[in-house]
């Protein structure tokens, strides 16, 4: 959920939502998270790259984990002392309603390193992060009668390229990954248009640009390739990686950095990781 002036965003999910491709886009982000356990009275709290640090709360669990609450800021990201003063006021909020927190060790002064009015800034980001968690528990619960979504919405949690504006925009100027450069003069799309490839563990996006196929930021991948792919791809393949700074675990990676293919068809075999290598495994959107 996004809060309605787009200077705050909560995801809500189970815990073993964490690999889930769809979240990946935001749990990929640097912010601030709350795990709870299962009675949902006793939690941990820390600030960082989400995703990764809910990895080694579930592998050496002190808390055990069962619900993930998840903040960040849906305009860039916070600064890390930034995020330590709303880890230790976010912490705060926990207890004031009455739970418990299994650890207590936190940066108690960031906020020396913060002006007052950014302070002041961040505690507003704070109570709209606090009222969007009550409204998704409220939604979760069912005790929400209308929950309007932001513009031009499909679903909850907005993905954050959505939150900032069209495709180029989004995609910005791209890296040419080593592939051959000679002019293309078949396009199965036309310009401008817009793909989507999901194969329920990634969801890439990319936009048909004059003779290029940009793969957009935060568009999650296959890292390993297939078994049935040769020696020349995989040097390929890793040099796509590379260049798109992918970032994750062994299996999955989001993409930093926006590349360029010259077809469709040798994006989708590196999105892929060498799995599908046609045309029309895209979809329009």
């Not at 880890?87 to 927190?101: S, V, Y």
């Not at 949690?157 to 293309?184: C, Q, S």
């Amino acid at each position: 959920m996004v809060s309605p002036d787009r200077k705050a965003a909560v995801v809500i999910a189970p815990a073993c939502a964490i690999e889930d491709p769809r979240l990946a886009q935001w749990l990929s982000l640097t912010g601030i998270y709350r795990v709870e356990d299962p009675s949902g009275s006793v939690a941990r709290i820390g600030e960082g790259r989400v995703i990764d640090r809910l990895r080694r709360h579930r592998a050496a669990p002190v808390v055990l984990p069962a619900r993930i609450v998840a903040a960040f800021s849906a305009e860039g990201e916070w600064l890390v002392h930034e995020r330590r003063y709303l880890e230790n006021a976010f912490a705060q909020a926990w207890i004031d309603e009455g739970n418990a927190l299994a650890s207590m060790t936190f940066d108690r002064h960031s906020h020396l390193h913060l002006e007052p009015s950014r302070r002041l800034q961040l505690m507003q980001v704070l109570h709209r992060v606090l009222e969007l968690i009550r409204l998704g528990e409220a939604v979760l619960d069912g005790d929400a009668d209308f929950v309007p979504l932001p513009p031009h919405a499909t679903e909850w949690p907005l993905p954050p390229t959505a939150l900032r504006g069209p495709a180029d925009e989004v995609v910005g100027p791209a890296l040419l990954i080593g592939l051959a450069r000679e002019p293309v003069s078949f396009r199965r799309f036309e310009v401008g248009t817009r793909l989507r490839y999901e194969d329920g563990r990634v969801s890439a996006l990319a936009t048909v640009r004059d003779g290029l196929v940009v793969l957009h930021t935060n568009s999650s991948v296959h890292v390993q390739p297939s078994a049935s792919v040769g020696q020349r791809y995989r040097r390929q393949h890793a040099a796509f990686l590379q260049a798109a700074r992918v970032m994750g675990n062994a299996d999955i990676g989001i993409t930093r950095v926006p590349v360029a293919g010259r077809t469709a068809a040798s994006l989708m075999k590196l999105v892929t990781a060498g799995r599908a290598h046609v045309a029309s495994r895209w979809r329009t959107c």
